[in-house]
C-alpha cells in the first residue's frame, strides 16, 4: 500500500478489562478474544499444545503497539509454557520483501504481525503462508470488506489486525460543517479551497469505484487480472471529474501532490483534505480546529469508494509450531489486543465489536474513519496489482489535460497489461 502509516495521537482513553491475554479459541460471545490465564478454558486450551517450543514472531508494527505485542506475547508464553522472541522489522531496510526472501531459504519467523493484506498476495501463490485453519477465524465478527481483503484466490490466509481508510480532513473554522453532497461539496472547495495527492491511485480510487470502475474483477473472492475495469465508462467519468478540479475549479495545479496539499492544510490555507488517520497527529500538532468526515456523494449520487487496508497476522506455512502460533495469532488479533492497540497506538480496529466499542464511537475522528469503511474497497492483493501501481503516472497527463480522460484510460490498461505480461503472470 502507498500511504499506510502509523498514527500516534491521544483519543479518549481506553479501560481494558483485567485479566492476561493467554489462551486461543474465543470467548466474550465468540469475539476473537482470549480468555484471562485463570479461565478453565484457558488452561485447557494451554494444556492442549505441546510445551517448551520457542515462536518467533516478526512485527512490522513499531512504537507502543510493538510494546503491546511482546506483553501479549509473552503473557501467552507463560500461560503455554512456551517462549516467544519478537523481533521489530519495521525498519528493516529491505521492507516486506524480507519475509519472502528469508521464508524461502527456511529462514523465516514463525508468525509474522502487522503485514498489510495487499502483500499477501504474492506471498501466499508463492506457498509462503500457512492458510487459515478451520475455527481460528469467525468471519462473521468483521464486515465482509476486511474478510475479502484477506482472501487469496477465495482463501484466508491471514487474520485482520487493524483497518485504514482515506476520508477527508475539515477545517472547522473555514468549514463548520462537513458538505454530504457534493453540491455542497463544491461550495465548501470554491470557498475554502480543497486539496489530496491527485495523481496517486490509492486516494483517486474513492471517485474511480464511486463511478463503477474497478482495478481487477471480483469474481466471487478471486480477482481475474485479465479482466481490468479501469477504462469502463465510469472510470472514464472520474478522470473527467479529476481533470475538472484543477481546469474546471481550479482547487489544485497539476503539479499538487501530497506534501503540498498536506503543507497547506496544516498551514490553514484549505478548508478540506485527503488522508487517513497516519497524518491525525500532525494535524493536532498544527494546531487545526479538525474535523474528519467520510467522502460526500459523488455527482452521480453514489457513494465514493476509497481503499481499504487491512492489518494482518499470519503463520509462516513451514513453521514447526502451527498450533501453537495459530493459539498466538488468535492472542495478538483478539478484541482485548485489538483494544491495547487502539487505546496505545491509534489503530483503528479490524473486528466490529471494538469499532463499536464507546472507546472508538466517542472520538468523532475515528467515528468518521469508522463510518467510511462502509463503502471502502480492499486493495487488490493479487501479485499482478504491482503493474498497476507502475503505471499510475498516467493520472498526472489526464489531470494535466495532456491526453483526454478517454485516451488515458485505454493507456492506463494498456500500460498495466503490458507490465502483466512483463511480470510473466
Request: proline fraction near 6%.
Amino acid at each position: 500500500m502507498r500511504r499506510w502509516g502509523i498514527v500516534s495521537t491521544g483519543v479518549a482513553a481506553l479501560v481494558l478489562a483485567g485479566g492476561a491475554i493467554a489462551g486461543c479459541g474465543t470467548s466474550n460471545g465468540g469475539q476473537n478474544t482470549s480468555p484471562s490465564t485463570s479461565s478453565s478454558s484457558a488452561k485447557g486450551e494451554a494444556s492442549a499444545l505441546p510445551k517448551g517450543q520457542t515462536i518467533t514472531v516478526w512485527s512490522w508494527q513499531t512504537g507502543p503497539e510493538l510494546q503491546d505485542v511482546k506483553q501479549i506475547a509473552a503473557q501467552w508464553a507463560k500461560a503455554h509454557g512456551d517462549k516467544v522472541i519478537v523481533v521489530d522489522q519495521s525498519s528493516n531496510p529491505k521492507g516486506f520483501q524480507f519475509y519472502a526472501t528469508a521464508a524461502r531459504t527456511g529462514k523465516g519467523p514463525d508468525v509474522v504481525f502487522g503485514m498489510p493484506h495487499d502483500n499477501n498476495g504474492v506471498f501466499a501463490e508463492e506457498g509462503l503462508m500457512a492458510p487459515v485453519p478451520s475455527g481460528v477465524l469467525n468471519t462473521g465478527l468483521y464486515a465482509p470488506n476486511t474478510i475479502d481483503a484477506i482472501k487469496v484466490n477465495g482463501t484466508m490466509y491471514s487474520v485482520p489486525v487493524s483497518v485504514q481508510v482515506a476520508a477527508i480532513y475539515y477545517n472547522k473554522k473555514l468549514v463548520p460543517q462537513p458538505p454530504q453532497t457534493w453540491a455542497e461539496f463544491v461550495k465548501d472547495a470554491n470557498a475554502h479551497g480543497f486539496m489530496y495527492d491527485q495523481a496517486n491511485l490509492y486516494f483517486d480510487y474513492a471517485i474511480i469505484g464511486g463511478y463503477g470502475g474497478y482495478v481487477f474483477k471480483d469474481n466471487n473472492g478471486t480477482l481475474d487480472p485479465n479482466n481490468i475495469g479501469l477504462d469502463t465508462p465510469g472510470a472514464v467519468q472520474a478522470y473527467t471529474l479529476m481533470r475538472d478540479m484543477v481546469s474546471k475549479y481550479h482547487w489544485m495545479t497539476p503539479s499538487t501532490n501530497g506534501s503540498i496539499a498536506k503543507a497547506e492544510f496544516l498551514a490553514g490555507k484549505i478548508g478540506m483534505y485527503v488522508s487517513g488517520p497516519w497524518d491525525t497527529a500532525d494535524i493536532e500538532k498544527a494546531k487545526i480546529d479538525f474535523g474528519v468526515t467520510p467522502w460526500p456523494t459523488l455527482p452521480n449520487g453514489k457513494h465514493a469508494t476509497p481503499f481499504l487496508g487491512v492489518i494482518t497476522a499470519f503463520v509462516n506455512k513451514e513453521s514447526k509450531t502451527q498450533a501453537a502460533d495459530w493459539s498466538l495469532v488468535q492472542a495478538l488479533t483478539s478484541a482485548q489486543a485489538q483494544q491495547m492497540y487502539f487505546r496505545d497506538s491509534q489503530q483503528i480496529p479490524a473486528l466490529l465489536s471494538v469499532q463499536r466499542s464507546s472507546a472508538v464511537q466517542s472520538s468523532p475522528t475515528f467515528k468518521a474513519f469508522v463510518e467510511q469503511l462502509r463503502y471502502a474497497v480492499p486493495m487488490p492483493n493479487i501479485p499482478q496489482m504491482q503493474a498497476v501501481w507502475q503505471a499510475m503516472s498516467i493520472l498526472q497527463n489526464i489531470i494535466a489535460g495532456k491526453v483526454s480522460p478517454e485516451q488515458g484510460a485505454k493507456d492506463f490498461v494498456q500500460n498495466i497489461q503490458k507490465g502483466i505480461m512483463a511480470q510473466g503472470s
